[in-house]
């Protein structure tokens, strides 16, 4: 229980968010959240709230967004038992395939949702941010679907750090633009993406890539994502017979967390996030913002943050491009101060060991964001032994093959004859 809330408030403010009445009508998640933007965005972010509000629940778009996700995204996506993994960690594994989804991750999810509300309000073209690519390539791909011109804000870093997704980008249509400020990286595309929005705020459709920011984002980005543990929840039931004991997502902004945890907070099963605990423990070794961090305004959300002393924002490590943030998502601020969720962490070399087990085991070369997940779960196996565990597959690996081939595989399971 953290020592921002108080007890009985904190369990009033988790059965408003099982009950579904979080966030509240200021786009608040108890403490967290909330719209902390200059005065120059508040006409574009309040648009967009209408436009959420007219549209996403909405029967004809709810059935377009639907039809998408099953005849273009492939959804829904597997929930594979993982035999020889489970027999390894003396668990009974499940693994949520997002990897299986179009472009290769849950992004892809939140992506198509926002482009088919971008041609809702109108937008004649989108705009958004990318760290790694991966959000970059998912906009690019559905902005390519419906029909929009789309472009992507990079920091000049990443560009040079991820070019085959920056070249996948351009070949799906999308331009994009090379950030110099700030940090070159996230951060600043972010930043850049923000000020390019309040530049023409009804022609342009701003798609953010994770459930962060100034409300609506955090909330839009949840509804959009939630389809990962609504088909988790029913597969489990149908192939294990019984929900998992325990669920485990890796988090970076925290969107594919909140997709796999929101529609099981009302479950009795242990919920556990999994943060870039990179080499260390020490400021601007790692990304592990809810672990290490404390509360304070990023990008229009008060929410947990990576800051020294005096309140300036640290720069993250971790070798998986996807979770290097500073700051997460509110929703998960409060999920962990109420004591709902639990975060923790696990470092670079935890994962790369975790990725070449569930390869070898499994058959399954997943992403480095995800591996982190697993690295977790093992651990997790271990002290419940017997235990039913559901891991959601975030990402796909083959992206990360040049992180990789730094890394000689130390796991050999078939001895040559
Ligand atoms: C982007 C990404 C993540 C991290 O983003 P979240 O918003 O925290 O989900 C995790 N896994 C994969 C495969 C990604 O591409």
Redesign the pocket.
């Known amino acids: 229980m953290s020592a921002l809330l108080q007890q009985d408030e904190a369990s009033q403010l988790l059965d408003a968010a099982i009950r579904g009445e979080l966030p509240d009508s200021r786009g608040r998640f108890g403490p967290f959240g909330g719209r902390y933007v200059p005065e120059t965005l508040v006409p574009a972010f309040e648009r967009l709230e209408e436009g959420v509000k007219e549209h996403l629940h909405d029967e004809s778009f709810q059935a377009e967004y639907r039809k998408e996700l099953r005849e273009w995204v492939g959804r829904p996506t597997a929930l594979t038992f993982a035999p020889r993994l489970s027999e390894a960690w003396g668990a009974e594994v499940w693994l949520k395939r997002?990897?299986l989804a179009h472009t290769?991750?849950?992004?892809i999810n939140n992506a198509i949702g926002q482009a088919l509300l971008a041609k809702r309000l109108g937008a004649e073209r989108v705009i958004a941010e990318t760290?790694?690519g991966?959000?970059g390539v998912a906009s690019a791909a559905a902005c390519a679907r419906v029909g929009l011109p789309c472009t992507v804000y990079m920091g000049a870093v990443d560009i040079e750090r991820q070019a085959p997704n920056v070249d996948r980008m351009h070949r799906l249509g999308a331009e994009c633009v090379a950030v110099e400020s700030g940090d070159k990286t996230l951060r600043a595309a972010i930043d850049e993406a923000l000020r390019t929005w309040v530049t023409d705020p009804n022609g342009i459709y701003y798609l953010l890539?994770?459930?962060?920011g100034a409300h609506p984002y955090p909330y839009l980005?949840r509804e959009l994502?939630s389809v990962i543990g609504e088909e988790s929840r029913q597969q489990m039931l149908d192939q294990a017979g019984a929900l998992p004991d325990a669920a485990f997502?890796?988090?970076?902004?925290?969107?594919?967390?909140?997709?796999l945890f929101y529609p099981l907070l009302g479950d009795d099963i242990e919920l556990i996030g999994v943060e870039a605990g990179g080499t260390g423990s020490g400021l601007g070794q790692n990304a592990a913002t809810l672990a290490t961090g404390t509360p304070g305004v990023l990008q229009g959300s008060y929410t947990m943050i990576l800051q020294d002393d005096d309140g300036q924002v640290q720069e993250t490590h971790s070798i998986?491009?996807?979770?290097d943030?500073s700051g997460?998502?509110p929703e998960h601020a409060l999920l962990q101060a109420t004591g709902r969720v639990k975060y923790i962490s696990a470092e670079d070399d935890e994962a790369l060991e975790a990725l070449e087990e569930l390869c070898a085991a499994e058959g399954i070369l997943?992403?480095?964001?995800?591996s982190h997940a697993f690295a977790a779960a093992k651990q997790y196996a271990k002290e419940n032994p017997g235990s039913k565990i559901l891991i959601g597959n975030?990402?796909?690996?083959d992206?990360d093959m040049p992180t990789l081939t730094k890394y000689p595989a130390r796991i050999r399971t078939h001895a040559s004859a």
């Open positions: 997002e990897d290769g991750a849950h992004k760290g790694a991966q959000h890539g994770s459930a962060v980005v994502q997502a890796c988090v970076g902004g925290g969107s594919n967390a909140i997709g998986s491009a996807g979770l943030y997460v998502g997943t992403a480095l964001e995800t975030s990402g796909r690996g992206k």
